[in-house]
């Protein structure tokens, strides 16, 4: 069984950047869609981005511009990279994996743990 761990969360300034890693083990992500959500406080999770296994890409209107997905399959992650952040931005971010039915809705069958990203003013 495949389980993702996030990483690289943190608090930046507005106009910063990070990059979030999410690494698997057990198995490998080679035929998966990979996808990132984030689940602000008080609101539901919302979807973020997602990399097909042949390495197509998705964003949230929100995020298109400023975020980029990327795969790496010889390491078995998945990267985030976001940059020109905003407050709103603020939330916890889940890697997903799974072959949804729906690229933005899913159901994603294996999630992390997710990694605090908070965005300051």
């Known amino acids: 069984q495949v389980q993702l761990v996030e990483a690289g969360g943190g608090l930046v300034q507005a106009g910063g950047s990070l990059r979030l890693s999410c690494a698997a083990s057990g198995g490998t992500i080679n035929t998966y869609s990979m996808a990132w959500f984030r689940q602000a406080p008080e609101k539901d999770r919302d979807f973020v981005a997602v990399i097909t296994w042949s390495g197509n890409t998705y964003y949230a209107d929100s995020v298109q511009g400023r975020f980029s997905i990327l795969r790496d399959n010889a390491e078995n992650t998945v990267y985030l990279q976001m940059t020109s952040l905003k407050p709103e931005d603020t939330a916890v971010y889940y890697c997903?994996?799974?072959?949804?039915?729906?690229?933005?809705?899913?159901?994603?069958?294996?999630w992390g743990q997710g990694t605090q990203v908070t965005v300051s003013s």
């Open positions: 997903a994996a799974g072959w949804p039915a729906n690229l933005y809705h899913g159901p994603y069958d294996i």
